[in-house]
Structure formats: C-alpha cells, structure tokens
C-alpha cells in the first residue's frame, strides 16, 4: 500500500507565497508520475500540476501556469507545489496524488492510483 500524506495549507493574504508539500510512503516508486490537484467548494476536482518520475518533465493548469511550480525533492519521495502570487480562486483542497506509469495524460484524477487526504488552502483579499 501506499501513503501520501500533504502539508503546508492553511490561511493566506492574496498576493503571498507558499509551499505544499508531500510525503510518500509504503510501497513507494520511483517510476510514479506525481501530481497536484484541488477541489474547490462544489467544484470538482481538478488538475494543478504533475511531475515525472524523474522531475525532468512537469505539466501545469492554465490558471496557475507560472506562478505555481511543482518539484521532486531529492529524496525521491517527497513532492511539493510552490505557489506564489495567490489568488482567492485559487482557495481549495488541495491533493497530492500518484500514479504508476501509463499511457495517459495524467490531466485527470482517473488517471492516479494513490491520494491523500488533501490539505486546506484558504486564500483572503
């Protein structure tokens, strides 16, 4: 089995910095592409960010292409979501999740195997 576990949330002005993180742990592998997704209030949950299993590719949303950056911690088991410049739309629960290689895009929650239990990002103006 697999855990994944995310921290870093909590209550932020718009405009401020800060980092999710992601600890990986149980069956882990290092061949699992890595991703960040967020549900929002009634919304459904969507894609934020994924990163390969070797960090050497990362794919991001539109709404939060160059202002959130998703990196692979050297330990392999470790995955964060820097996001900077934040935005009230962008308050949601955020998860981590992880997939074992397929050919997918990686874009939808379908596409994961493994998820977390989220982390809560609330953004004020």
């Known amino acids: 089995q697999v855990q994944l576990v995310e921290s870093g949330g909590g209550l932020v002005q718009a405009g401020a910095s800060l980092t999710l993180s992601c600890a990986v742990s149980?069956?882990?592998?290092?061949?699992?592409?890595m991703g960040w997704f967020r549900q929002a209030p009634g919304k459904e949950r969507e894609f934020v960010a994924a990163?390969?299993?070797?960090?050497?590719?990362?794919y991001y949303a539109n709404p939060v292409k160059g202002r959130f950056t998703i990196l692979r911690g050297n330990a392999k088991n470790t995955v964060f979501l820097a996001l900077n410049n934040l935005k009230a739309e962008d308050t949601a629960v955020y998860y981590c999740?992880?997939?074992?290689?397929?050919?997918?895009?990686?874009?939808?929650?379908?596409?994961?195997?493994?998820w977390g239990q989220g982390t809560q990002l609330t953004v004020f103006s």
């Open positions: 999740a992880a997939a074992e290689p397929r050919s997918v895009y990686y874009t939808l929650p379908d596409d994961y195997d493994y």
């Open positions: 149980g069956r882990t592998s290092s061949t699992y592409i």
């Open positions: 990163i390969t299993s070797d960090g050497g590719s990362t």
